[in-house]
């Protein structure tokens, strides 16, 4: 059962452009999200965070918008850039749980 | 600052040779451990998490174990490796039930054949 739900697996952007990567959950329970960003054959990075208290966080080029009712969570890349081109994870926890719950990931590329 | 060392970064093996992966973290103590796989179209998977010195928890029932002999280092384990234990193998860490997330090690990419 993935509680955790990226359903588009690519997504190309022209460079200066929004790109927008959305995210999916099942359990109610979840309260706090985060996003990573991966690049080949490297560990995944810490981007930027949310909590179930906020319905967005912004940070530089990077926001991250929460609507609660939907179970859903989008990433907003403005301006998209050529190195912003990686897989991005969104991951999910509960309050009291060590674990994280990652998503099955998009691979953005954004073309000069 | 805080470190987290993962070897080796690439491993071709044999299917039914056994396995050993390292990871260590510099810099911290009693660090919350976590041992995910990449494996192609299903994400970043869960195997193995632990909180203390001989304290593992199983995410998946699966060809592999994890142990962590000392503060610091975790490790992941096979007797006999299967085709479909190929995959990118990544340990992370992270302070208690923390909510900044992990920290991620560079990760090794496991190929059986």
């Known amino acids: 059962d993935q509680q955790v739900k990226q359903n588009s697996p690519s997504l190309s952007v022209q460079e200066g452009r929004i790109s927008i990567l959305n995210c999916d959950y099942t359990?109610?329970?979840?309260?706090?999200f985060l996003w990573y960003k991966k690049y080949p054959a490297e560990g995944p990075t810490f981007l930027i965070s949310?909590?179930?208290?906020?319905d967005k966080n912004e940070d530089g080029r990077f926001t991250v918008f929460l609507n609660k009712s939907a179970k859903h969570l989008s990433l907003h890349i403005v301006p998209s850039q050529p190195g912003d081109s990686a897989v991005y994870f969104c991951?999910?926890?509960?309050?009291?749980?060590?674990?994280?719950?990652f998503g099955t990931g998009t691979r953005l590329k954004v073309l000069a | 600052s805080q470190t987290i060392h993962q070897w080796p970064a690439t491993l071709v093996q044999p299917v039914g040779s056994p396995l050993s992966l390292e990871c260590t973290v510099e810099?911290?103590?009693?660090?919350?451990l976590y041992w995910y796989r990449q494996a192609a179209g299903r994400g970043l998977q869960l195997l193995f998490y632990?909180?203390?010195?001989?304290?593992i928890s199983s995410e998946v029932p699966q060809n592999l174990s994890a142990s962590r002999p000392q503060d610091r280092q975790f490790i992941l384990s096979s007797k006999k490796l299967l085709l479909s234990d190929s995959g990118f193998y990544l340990c992370?860490?992270?302070?208690?039930?923390?909510?900044?997330?992990?920290?991620f090690g560079s990760g090794t990419r496991l190929t059986v054949v």
């Open positions: 992370a860490w992270s302070r208690g039930a923390s909510r900044v997330g992990y920290t």
């Open positions: 359990n109610s329970m979840f309260d706090y």
């Open positions: 949310i909590s179930s208290i906020k």
């Open positions: 991951a999910a926890s509960s309050s009291g749980t060590y674990k994280y719950i």
């Open positions: 810099g911290t103590s009693n660090p919350n």
């Open positions: 632990s909180v203390g010195i001989g304290q």
